[in-house]
T-cell receptor, first 111, second 115 residues
């Protein structure tokens, strides 16, 4: 079945550092890929998505590129802020199937 | 204001008690979902419904029940059979579950604790 693997956290960075959170997936079809963000005590919000190979999703300075050859969708940001501290979830969706989420990666950004 | 409303924000359950978590949406989405999130953990699917008057078990349905009598509403009952109910419960909707690129929309969650 489909699955998503994310790098183990927590990840702790200083403000303005470069961020990478790795995400790899296994899927039988042609899934769409998503990154969601969850702030403390809240629900998940869509951060970005990509629907086909080589697509790049971007939002609020975050980017991720759909790499079919490496089955990856790594999240990157050039300069993190304290306000980026949250839990980040990688997810995939195949047509007609439910979402599959990774375990989440907690990011803490220190001033 | 369109969105998903979960209530209450915090809920306490006594031993042997059933409790119901509310989820209402005005997005006109067909599909609705309930997820459970334990501290520091990912999301686990409890139940989902793709259409009114129909629902399916997810990965951890034991000890839970749902109904879908209206498109807008998908309440979750945590029964006394659920021995470890303390968790953060998230309701989500999706416009069309047949399409891979349709995103999930999430409510703000209900924190359930056992007294």
């Amino acid at each position: 079945g489909n699955s998503v693997t994310q790098m183990e956290g927590p990840v702790t960075l200083s403000e303005e550092a470069f961020l990478t959170i790795n995400c790899t997936y296994t899927a039988t079809g042609y899934p769409s890929l998503f990154w969601y963000v969850q702030y403390p005590g809240e629900g998940l919000q869509l951060l970005l998505k990509a629907t086909k190979a080589d697509d790049k999703g971007s939002n609020k300075g975050f980017e991720a590129t759909y790499r079919k050859e490496t089955t990856s969708f790594h999240l990157e940001k050039g300069s993190v802020q304290v306000s980026d501290s949250a839990v980040y979830f990688c997810a995939l969706s195949d047509p007609g199937q439910n979402f599959v989420f990774g375990p989440g990666t907690r990011l803490s950004v220190l001033p | 204001d369109g969105g998903i409303t979960q209530s209450p924000k915090y809920l306490f359950r006594k031993e042997g008690q059933n409790v119901t978590l509310s989820c209402e949406q005005n997005l006109n989405h067909d599909a609705m979902y309930w997820y459970r999130q334990d501290p520091g953990q990912g999301l686990r699917l409890i139940y989902y419904s793709q259409i009114v008057n129909d629902f399916q078990k997810g990965d951890i349905a034991e000890g839970y029940s749902v109904s879908r009598e209206k498109k807008e509403s998908f309440p979750l009952t945590v029964t006394s059979a659920q021995k470890n109910p303390t968790a953060f419960y998230l309701c989500a909707t999706r416009r069309d579950s047949r399409l891979a690129n349709e995103k999930l929309f999430f409510g703000s969650g209900t924190q359930l604790s056992v007294l």
